[in-house]
């Protein structure tokens, strides 16, 4: 008589599984049969279906267009509104209706290092981990606003134990253990080029994380989304786990975001290189969205406005402030849930030959939502530009552009511009190298008012 296992596999047409069960020992064919039977492999045929009908097409055909983003002039009346924004910022925080969000699924293999990306010792001066940067960071926020900042960080299946451990190994760096909580995003399955379920060299279902558009899923399945309602908490400041220029809870971006009643807002910096691997904020077809670097034509991507600067220029650095509402509405109505987009990836498996598994290296497609495609779903919105020196500097190779080399000097040039600022007479030396913990600091403008000139401006400069 056959199985569940078996109709599911016969309907979805995955029957070469039944080949790998045949040779597993029997506690593995068990893990595989339970692994498969978490997925909803209807969902699964339905995104290969789509990808199988839109891989032909070329990248985006659709019609793009800029978007204004909000700056502020030197003049009175913009520094007026900058200053309005900046205090309905600081009186929500005040009032402890925010909390923040780091999705953290990804690991430092690319870096270089086993484990977590957020575990990678960055700073210059003291190498703290880029976990520790934030914790800080938040540690000097509750100072601040005299209220407790809830922390939720988005971890994988691959790294939420080592994140977890890292954390109770550091004492939470400070933090009170039971404000900082743990998702685990979900995994999806990823398929052969023909749509049949992948199993990897451990004999297990080979799957990747959902992408950081699973994020709000996890919020709402963790249970976070309900706290939050509960605790009258009402905006969601969402940051990634490779910028260590993130100003967490920038009291002037969520002014803003409350001042248009916004859903969701993004801030971008001005990309100056046309080659840039950033995505780019604009309206896609009329909705606001993110189109990806290997989407942009060579064309769009070289495209100049009269005064010469890049048309399409809006870089996304992945910070956003989200609405609370707005993201159960995502999680919750279909209409509004977010799309798989698929990419072709390596991915090292078994096959069974002549009975016998054995390794295989092959073309395989990875699925993942998200998090900006939620833009497109939003009534209003707010983008924001900042100061690329000031709010960006991410870490995704481990050398040449955006790698870890590349952050700690963009952190010792704003730290040291501060330091110029507060001690303009100052003589530094050329090879200055600074750092600035948050607790000491977070602009330009609190380290002047901390500062106390040192007995000696010599370098290594550490400031806490
Ligand atoms: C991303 C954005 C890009 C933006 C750039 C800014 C995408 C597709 N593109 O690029 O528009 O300009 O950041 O730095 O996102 N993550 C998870 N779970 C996942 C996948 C990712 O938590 O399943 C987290 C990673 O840990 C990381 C962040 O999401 O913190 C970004 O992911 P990554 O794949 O590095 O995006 P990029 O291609 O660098």
């Given amino acids: 008589m056959a199985t569940d296992i078996d109709r599911i596999l016969s309907r979805s047409n995955q029957t070469h599984i039944f080949q790998f069960l045949d040779c597993l020992p029997a506690t593995e064919r068990q893990a595989l049969i339970d692994d498969i039977a978490r997925f909803d492999l209807v969902q699964l045929a339905a995104l290969h279906a789509h990808h199988q009908a839109t891989c032909q097409a070329p990248a985006h055909q ?3 267009q800029t978007v204004e983003a909000l700056r502020f ?3 009175p009346a913009s520094q007026h509104e900058r200053r309005r924004m900046h205090a309905i910022g600081e009186d929500c925080l005040r009032q402890g209706r925010v909390a923040l969000f780091l999705v953290a699924g990804g690991q430092a293999t690319r870096l270089g290092l086993q484990g977590p990306k957020g575990c990678y010792p960055l700073t210059p ?5 880029l976990f520790q940067l934030y914790a800080e960071g938040i540690r000097a926020l509750q100072l601040r606003y005299g209220r407790p900042l809830p922390w939720y960080i988005m971890t994988s299946e691959d790294n939420n134990a080592a994140t977890k451990s890292f954390f109770e190994h ?13 998702l685990v995003q979900q995994q999806i399955p990823s398929l052969d080029i023909d749509g049949r379920l992948i199993v990897g060299r451990n004999g297990k279902l080979f799957t990747n994380p959902n992408g950081h558009g699973g994020s709000l899923q996890a919020l709402h399945d963790s249970g976070a989304l309900a706290d939050l309602a509960a605790a009258g908490i009402e905006e969601i400041f969402y940051f990634q786990v490779d910028n260590p220029l993130a100003r967490i809870a920038d009291p002037l971006f969520i002014g803003a975001h409350l001042e248009q009643r916004a859903d969701m807002s993004t801030k971008v910096v001005s990309k100056t290189d046309p080659h840039e691997k950033v995505g780019i904020i604009g309206r896609i077809d009329g909705r606001l969205g993110c189109i990806e670097y290997s989407e942009l034509s060579p064309a769009e991507a070289c495209q100049r406005s009269p005064d010469g600067s890049l048309r399409f220029s809006s870089a996304n650095i992945a910070i956003h402030v989200l609405n609370r509402r707005f993201v159960e509405k995502l999680v919750c109505q279909a209409a509004f849930s977010l799309p798989y987009h698929c990419a072709l990836k390596q991915i090292e498996c078994l096959a069974v030959d002549k009975g016998r598994l054995c390794p295989l290296t092959i073309q395989g497609l990875k699925f993942e939502m998200f998090i900006f495609d939620a833009l ?3 009534e209003r919105s707010v983008t924001r530009e900042v100061s690329r ?4 500097a ?4 481990r050398d040449g552009a955006d790698s870890p080399a590349t952050a700690r000097r963009a952190m010792i040039s704003l730290h040291t511009a501060w330091l110029r600022g507060a001690a303009p007479a100052a003589s530094l030396p050329d090879d200055l190298v600074i750092e600035v913990s948050p607790l000491y600091a977070c602009d330009a403008e609190s380290f002047q008012q901390r500062f106390v000139a040192p007995a000696q401006l010599s370098s290594p400069l550490y400031f806490e």
């Avoid at 020196?389 to 960006?392: I, L, S």
């Fill in 394 to 397: 991410p870490i995704k190779n």
């Fill in 376 to 378: 497109a779903r939003d």
């Fill in 170 to 182: 550091n004492g939470f760096f400070g933090l009170e253990p039971d404000r900082v909580r743990f």
């Fill in 62 to 64: 659709q019609s793009l």
């Fill in 125 to 129: 001066v003291r190498q703290k981990s």
């Fill in 389 to 392: 020196a000031e709010e960006f």
């Fill in 73 to 75: 002039t030197p003049s």
